[in-house]
């Protein structure tokens, strides 16, 4: 499939202050690849409606529709758009390269975010019977636990550069800002991390990210 030819149908499922719906907004904008949004309140559950699980059967976001197939889970749908435009890289080719990112990648996605989504910390509140202070201390908790693992693999390394792998914003990025993004939420410090915040001031100067902030979002509230 061209998809230059069907930029119409690349439909972004997705909710304004999702991480993972964040992070597939900038890797479509550092492709340059426009899509139009489908957001969802996830409050009045509507990513529980019949037509949404139709979709994706696990009721949750992101999902990627693009030419009428749907691909779900930000991991899966960024490298699928590696291979939709090869161009502007987001994945390394080279294997050592590429396996550093992907352990960038992995320590946001299957460390931090799996613990500290929403899902998770309702069920602290409401079905553990936690009051907010518990909650914040655990989500507080597990960012400084890998940010400060991070901070260290950053800075030590000398493929860093202005960002997670060089000089130019790649996939590792995509999911660091919002990471971020969410910890400054939780008002996390993020003081012992120079390296993590140095490479968030200079991805957030442009303009691929600046556009995919949460509260530039149509359904921002």
Request: glycine fraction near 4%; aromatic fraction near 10%; include cysteine.
């Amino acid at each position: 499939m061209n998809w230059k030819q069907k930029l119409s149908d690349i439909i972004l499922h997705g909710m304004w202050r999702s991480s993972a719906s964040y992070r597939v907004r900038i890797a479509l904008n550092l492709k340059g690849m426009k899509y139009t949004q489908k957001n969802y309140k996830l409050m009045q559950r509507e990513h529980k409606t019949e037509e949404f699980l139709a979709k994706n059967p696990q009721g949750l976001i992101p999902a990627l529709e693009v030419d009428g197939k749907v691909i779900t889970q930000s991991l899966a749908i960024i490298e699928y758009l590696d291979y939709l435009e090869p161009e502007n890289r987001l994945l390394p080719l080279d294997p050592d390269e590429r396996a550093r990112v992907q352990s960038i990648i992995y320590a946001i996605a299957c460390e931090i975010h799996p613990l500290n989504n929403l899902r998770v910390l309702n069920y602290l509140k409401n079905d553990l019977k936690q009051d907010q202070d518990a909650v914040n201390s655990w989500y507080r908790h597990w960012i400084a636990e890998e940010f400060t693992a991070l901070e260290k693999k950053l800075s030590h390394d000398p493929a860093t550069g202005k960002f997670c792998h060089g000089d130019v914003p790649g996939m590792a990025d995509c999911f660091l800002i919002p990471q971020i993004y969410n910890a400054e939420r939780f008002e996390c410090d993020l003081s012992p991390y120079p390296t993590i915040m140095k490479i968030n001031k200079t991805c957030l100067e442009l303009d691929a990210f600046d556009q995919a902030i949460p509260e530039k979002q149509p359904d921002a509230l």
